[in-house]
């Protein structure tokens, strides 16, 4: 793939592992995951689950903005829940970041994320 394009997103937390934050192939960026780590401190934000959907989304926001993107142009996304007893509390703080038409999504729970999150979100965009 020629046109493969690692994003780097200065604005938000530095991947935990040998991957991007995000990559642009074509019209689409596909956005790694993002966990609740506040960048400044590279620490995770504790408390409730609506406290770290609000820094997973503002996370993956700043690496959708390091493409020249917005929220608005997400099509996909993928809720990661330790706890699926979250998920009226993380839906909450979802929707107030995105707008009609909403994106598709898919949210599933797992055994467990990165430093011990409660949520993770990846994400899918288009120009």
Not at 8 to 37: D, H, M, N, W
Not at 40 to 59: F, P
Not at 70 to 86: G, H, I, P, S
Request: net charge negative; glycine share 6%; with cysteine.
């Amino acid at each position: 793939m020629s046109d493969k394009q690692a994003i780097i997103a200065e604005k938000a937390p530095q991947a935990l592992g040998p991957y991007s934050a995000a990559v642009r192939v074509g019209t689409f960026t596909y956005c790694s995951g993002q966990t609740p780590i506040d960048p400044a401190t590279g620490e995770l934000v504790e408390g409730c689950v609506g406290c770290q959907t609000r820094q997973v989304l503002t996370n993956l926001s700043a690496v959708l903005e390091a493409d020249g993107l917005t929220l608005n142009d997400v099509v996909k996304t993928t809720v990661f829940l330790r706890d699926m007893a979250d998920f009226a509390k993380m839906n909450a703080v979802y929707a107030e970041f995105f707008a009609e038409p909403f994106p598709a999504r898919s949210t599933v729970a797992v055994a467990g994320l990165p430093k011990d999150a409660r949520v993770e979100i990846e994400a899918i965009a288009t120009r």
